[in-house]
């Protein structure tokens, strides 16, 4: 690895396990992160006492204190812009941002989303993904635009799904992807090796018309 560390930033609503997963790569040293701070919307997420563990920054800017979300994307802004980030990376952030917001941080903001989009945007997808009948679910990395899970992808994990399956097995299955996979996306492109336009993204200096597949889970066993 060469270069300056990447200034980062993640923004999280609960549990944090995809945050822990990038913590662990900075702690290895495996990511060219510089960790600058955990911001949180909820004063109670678990990821925040995750965080300060490791010895990482935290913040809280609570939506329930804002009268709308334009306000409270605004001091989010001002939470975040304190860090100076090049990557903001969200991790489990239940919010939906204003296009205000979006186009602040527009080439520079990373989300990961439990399906294989453009199938299943939106919330509750293991269960939607079970009652559709899919063979295949999973979990996708890709640049946020102001439609909802729409921004291009950039890298995605597929799983089968079982027959004996619930929501929650299907969703154990794919968030060990997540873990995987989005440390993957973000160390793309601390190396300079991942870009975003504003509409397309590229890899290695190549226009990604597809995401990168990564099918590993499919061949486990
Ligand atoms: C993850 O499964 C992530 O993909 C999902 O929330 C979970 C957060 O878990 N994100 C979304 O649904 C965003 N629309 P975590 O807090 O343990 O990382």
Redesign the pocket.
Known sequence: MSGPALPVVIL????????EAILQGWRQGTLPIDLRAVISNRPQAP?LDKAQTSGVPTAVVDHRRYADRAAFDAELMAAIDRHHPALVV?????RILTADFIAHYSDRLI????SLLPELPG?D?HRRALTAGHTQHG?TVHFVTPAL?AGPPVLQARVPVRPDDDAETL?AR??AQ?HRIYPRAIRWYAQGRLRFDGTNAWLDGQLLHEPVVDEEALHAD
């Open positions: 999280v609503s609960g549990r944090g396990s995809n945050m990821a969200l991790a489990g952030f239940m989300n990961i989303h439990p919330l997808t979990a899970d969703a794919v968030l997540e």
